[in-house]
């Protein structure tokens, strides 16, 4: 018998979209030590579908009141960025440990409410950044970090998709932006960890292109320790293009969520989903064999084993969101939409 | 015992200064442009340049042994002004003219002993047919020993192909990569031919033995001469998936005739030049195969702990 019975944790999500489905729900009901107590979530056809697809105890409309009754261990938060502020203090207030999913809020003062809120409960946190998670993110930090880079030069990301199913994001109340609230969190966490240190936001220029109340096309220039980062955020429908390239000193990587390529002191990276090629004839043919990114699963699995371990260090605590909020506040402030 | 160590960032230096036992002090000599970040976090260092007498007199002050592996070498990575082709009258600048300045100012402060680290072609026993400009200047180097009157006592370390962790320059990566990178392992997806690998931390060690046992002669570190199929099969065994290594009868005829086709008819653009056939890499005498005057690390251990490595920094 554990800790914590054998029964294990008791979990709770709050909000069944995309997120919680794909996340969120398969690593509580997968893992060994939680049970998936109950969901809440306003629309009730969804709620009961979910309910009786994945088996779960009981499902609320009010996230409020699964938190008052339920008596839960921790909970996901996965609705609109809007309403996260106010269920992250309810989550503290009942002492649960949360996993807020990104983007944490949509003001700094929010934010720095929940972090104090956090720290007054005891409860561990973990903000929803994936990159952590992901390998060949975690390849680039580790070469980073064991010195194969030198000294990076200069850093280009390029995230062009199509705008998210999710209305809300297109509702500044509930979003707190467009594709710089949806997709800069990500970003920003990642090259924190690369330069371990916070950016200078250089220039920004935001525009609104085919949304009409959120910006969704985004040009801006972070300066980390002097080094720059120019960031093209673009929401286009039908588009999908990816692409971070870093130039160091010593080579050239090119990387986004499937693969990872380039030159490291004259040689060959080439990795998927942090997999070499099954077959590479020295580079005049390669090839893969599968291969997937299982981040989510990952991510939600390592927030329920920091708490069965009494960690408070996540890997994105709620004072990384903070920091991240801080930024984009800062972006947000400096931009003359156009 | 302060000990000044040249070359310490290296790819021995990284692995000599974590061996360093608690009684000896290594002070390293880095340049402006050294990777100092190499290094282990408390370790000494004095500025100065093998190539300026002055700085290595300077740094020479209280020390009482030297370990002296400061060298360029052909592809060598160590500086921004030294790329992939190294001119001979900097081989000769550094190899040689270097060592003399390290070896006058260590006579000029009276230091007890000089262990230098030399290369395999460069080793009186070895009968090196084709002698490159670095094995040339690194044998004149080792020479300077003799030539000159010193009145300290030294030894030449001359270890064979060196592999284990913090291969920061990646010299050693290729063949691990494609190893990693191919279910059926055929040459020239690895090289025929054979090699000797030693570990290390074993010409690590064997530098620290000479340092206090200093017997003024070459000594080879060294492991067994393998076949470099079953280099190829250490690899393959280390790879997640089931790697199949073979050898491709009439390679030497078949293949290289097959590659220059696929090219001359443009199917593919295939430098041949770069399918090498047949390779001979730290091979030793008999008589000098799996030497060290310390115990001896394997080299499938050797093999391992690189390709760990290599995992831990993301590249495999």
Same mark, same amino acid.
Request: with cysteine; net charge negative.
């Given at each position: 018998?554990?800790?914590?019975?054998?029964?294990?944790?008791?979990?709770?999500?709050?909000?069944?979209?995309?997120?919680?489905?794909?996340?969120?729900?398969?690593?509580?009901?997968?893992?060994?030590?939680?049970?998936?107590?109950?969901?809440?979530?306003?629309?009730?056809?969804?709620?009961?579908?979910?309910?009786?697809?994945?088996?779960?105890?009981?499902?609320?409309?009010?996230?409020?009141?699964?938190?008052?009754?339920?008596?839960?261990?921790?909970?996901?938060?996965?609705?609109?960025?809007?309403?996260?502020?106010?269920?992250?203090?309810?989550?503290?207030?009942?002492?649960?440990?949360?996993?807020?999913?990104?983007?944490?809020?949509?003001?700094?003062?929010?934010?720095?409410?929940?972090?104090?809120?956090?720290?007054?409960?005891?409860?561990?946190?973990?903000?929803?950044?994936?990159?952590?998670?992901?390998?060949?993110?975690?390849?680039?930090?580790?070469?980073?970090?064991?010195?194969?880079?030198?000294?990076?030069?200069?850093?280009?990301?390029?995230?062009?998709?199509?705008?998210?199913?999710?209305?809300?994001?297109?509702?500044?109340?509930?979003?707190?932006?467009?594709?710089?609230?949806?997709?800069?969190?990500?970003?920003?966490?990642?090259?924190?960890?690369?330069?371990?240190?916070?950016?200078?936001?250089?220039?920004?220029?935001?525009?609104?292109?085919?949304?009409?109340?959120?910006?969704?096309?985004?040009?801006?220039?972070?300066?980390?320790?002097?080094?720059?980062?120019?960031?093209?955020?673009?929401?286009?429908?039908?588009?999908?293009?990816?692409?971070?390239?870093?130039?160091?000193?010593?080579?050239?990587?090119?990387?986004?969520?499937?693969?990872?390529?380039?030159?490291?002191? $004259? !040689?060959?990276? &080439?990795?998927?989903? *942090?997999?070499?090629? +099954?077959? %590479?004839? @020295? $580079? !005049?043919?390669? &090839?893969?064999?599968? *291969?997937?990114?299982? +981040?989510? %699963?990952? @991510?939600?699995?390592?927030?329920?084993?920091?708490?069965?371990?009494?960690?408070?260090?996540?890997?994105?605590?709620?004072?990384?969101?903070?920091?991240?909020?801080?930024?984009?506040?800062?972006?947000?402030?400096?931009?003359?939409?156009? | 015992?302060?000990?000044?160590?040249?070359?310490?960032?290296?790819?021995?230096?990284?692995?000599?200064?974590?061996?360093?036992?608690?009684?000896?002090?290594?002070?390293?000599?880095?340049?402006?442009?050294?990777?100092?970040?190499?290094?282990?976090?408390?370790?000494?260092?004095?500025?100065?340049?093998?190539?300026?007498?002055?700085?290595?007199?300077?740094?020479?002050?209280?020390?009482?042994?030297?370990?002296?592996?400061?060298?360029?070498?052909?592809?060598?990575?160590?500086?921004?002004?030294?790329?992939?082709?190294?001119?001979?009258?900097?081989?000769?600048?550094?190899?040689?003219?270097?060592?003399?300045?390290?070896?006058?100012?260590?006579?000029?402060?009276?230091?007890?002993?000089?262990?230098?680290?030399?290369?395999?072609?460069?080793?009186?026993?070895?009968?090196?047919?084709?002698?490159?400009?670095?094995?040339?200047?690194?044998?004149?180097?080792?020479?300077?020993?003799?030539?000159?009157?010193?009145?300290?006592?030294?030894?030449?370390?001359?270890?064979?192909?060196?592999?284990?962790?913090?291969?920061?320059?990646?010299?050693?990566?290729?063949?691990?990569?494609?190893?990693?990178?191919?279910?059926?392992?055929?040459?020239?997806?690895?090289?025929?031919?054979?090699?000797?690998?030693?570990?290390?931390?074993?010409?690590?060690?064997?530098?620290?033995?000479?340092?206090?046992?200093?017997?003024?002669?070459?000594?080879?570190?060294?492991?067994?001469?393998?076949?470099?199929?079953?280099?190829?099969?250490?690899?393959?065994?280390?790879?997640?998936?089931?790697?199949?290594?073979?050898?491709?009868?009439?390679?030497?005829?078949?293949?290289?005739?097959?590659?220059?086709?696929?090219?001359?008819?443009?199917?593919?653009?295939?430098?041949?030049?770069?399918?090498?056939?047949?390779?001979?890499?730290?091979?030793?005498?008999?008589?000098?195969?799996?030497?060290?005057?310390?115990?001896?690390?394997?080299?499938?251990?050797?093999?391992?702990?690189?390709?760990?490595?290599?995992?831990?920094?993301?590249?495999?």
């Amino acid at each position: 018998m554990g800790l914590f019975g054998s029964t294990g944790l008791r979990a709770g999500v709050i909000g069944t979209g995309s997120v919680a489905e794909t996340a969120h729900i398969p690593a509580y009901l997968n893992h060994p030590k939680t049970t998936l107590a109950a969901v809440a979530e306003l629309d009730e056809g969804r709620r009961e579908s979910v309910v009786s697809e994945y088996d779960i105890g009981s499902g609320y409309r009010d996230g409020k009141q699964m938190l008052e009754e339920e008596n839960l261990d921790l909970v996901s938060i996965c609705t609109p960025a809007g309403t996260h502020r106010d269920l992250f203090l309810a989550a503290a207030k009942a002492g649960c440990h949360i996993y807020c999913e990104k983007p944490l809020t949509t003001s700094i003062e929010s934010a720095e409410r929940m972090a104090e809120a956090a720290a007054e409960a005891d409860v561990i946190t973990q903000i929803g950044y994936t990159r952590a998670y992901v390998e060949n993110y975690q390849a680039v930090l580790a070469m980073k970090a064991h010195h194969l880079l030198g000294d990076i030069k200069r850093v280009r990301v390029h995230r062009v998709r199509s705008p998210p199913a999710g209305g809300w994001n297109f509702d500044p109340e509930m979003s707190g932006g467009g594709v710089v609230a949806d997709q800069l969190g990500h970003i920003l966490d990642f090259y924190i960890r690369v330069f371990d240190t916070a950016p200078d936001v250089k220039s920004v220029t935001l525009e609104r292109l085919d949304i009409p109340n959120v910006e969704d096309y985004a040009e801006i220039t972070l300066e980390f320790d002097g080094v720059p980062v120019e960031l093209l955020l673009h929401w286009t429908p039908y588009a999908k293009h990816h692409r971070n390239l870093l130039v160091s000193t010593r080579g050239l990587l090119e990387f986004n969520l499937e693969s990872l390529n380039g030159q490291i002191q $004259g !040689e060959t990276v &080439a990795q998927k989903y *942090g997999k070499q090629p +099954f077959v %590479d004839l @020295r $580079g !005049e043919f390669r &090839a893969w064999w599968g *291969g997937s990114n299982d +981040f989510h %699963d990952a @991510r939600v699995t390592d927030f329920i084993d920091h708490v069965l371990e009494d960690n408070y260090d996540t890997v994105a605590p709620i004072q990384r969101g903070v920091e991240v909020t801080q930024i984009i506040a800062d972006i947000y402030n400096r931009s003359e939409l156009q | 015992m302060r000990t000044l160590v040249t070359g310490g960032t290296g790819y021995i230096g990284s692995s000599l200064l974590r061996r360093f036992p608690p009684a000896y002090s290594p002070v390293v000599l880095v340049r402006d442009e050294s990777r100092t970040e190499l290094l282990p976090d408390t370790v000494e260092t004095v500025q100065g340049d093998i190539t300026d007498y002055q700085s290595v007199e300077t740094a020479m002050a209280d020390i009482d042994v030297v370990v002296h592996m400061a060298a360029v070498n052909p592809g060598s990575r160590n500086s921004p002004n030294i790329t992939s082709s190294v001119s001979d009258s900097v081989f000769r600048k550094v190899n040689v003219q270097g060592t003399k300045n390290v070896l006058d100012a260590a006579e000029d402060a009276d230091v007890d002993s000089v262990v230098y680290l030399s290369t395999t072609k460069a080793h009186p026993d070895v009968d090196a047919a084709d002698i490159s400009m670095y094995v040339r200047t690194k044998s004149e180097g080792g020479d300077l020993f003799k030539n000159d009157e010193f009145s300290f006592d030294y030894s030449i370390i001359h270890p064979t192909y060196v592999m284990g962790p913090r291969d920061y320059r990646l010299k050693r990566y290729e063949p691990f990569r494609s190893a990693a990178a191919n279910t059926v392992l055929i040459p020239p997806l690895y090289t025929p031919g054979r090699i000797n690998i030693v570990h290390v931390d074993t010409v690590a060690d064997s530098i620290l033995y000479y340092l206090n046992n200093p017997t003024n002669n070459h000594h080879m570190v060294s492991g067994p001469n393998i076949n470099r199929k079953r280099f190829a099969k250490e690899l393959a065994s280390l790879s997640s998936r089931r790697t199949i290594v073979s050898d491709v009868p009439f390679r030497n005829i078949l293949l290289p005739l097959g590659v220059k086709t696929i090219d001359a008819i443009g199917l593919a653009n295939v430098d041949a030049s770069r399918l090498v056939l047949d390779s001979q890499t730290g091979i030793v005498p008999e008589v000098q195969e799996q030497r060290a005057p310390v115990s001896r690390k394997s080299w499938q251990e050797a093999v391992q702990d690189t390709w760990e490595w290599y995992e831990d920094v993301g590249l495999l």
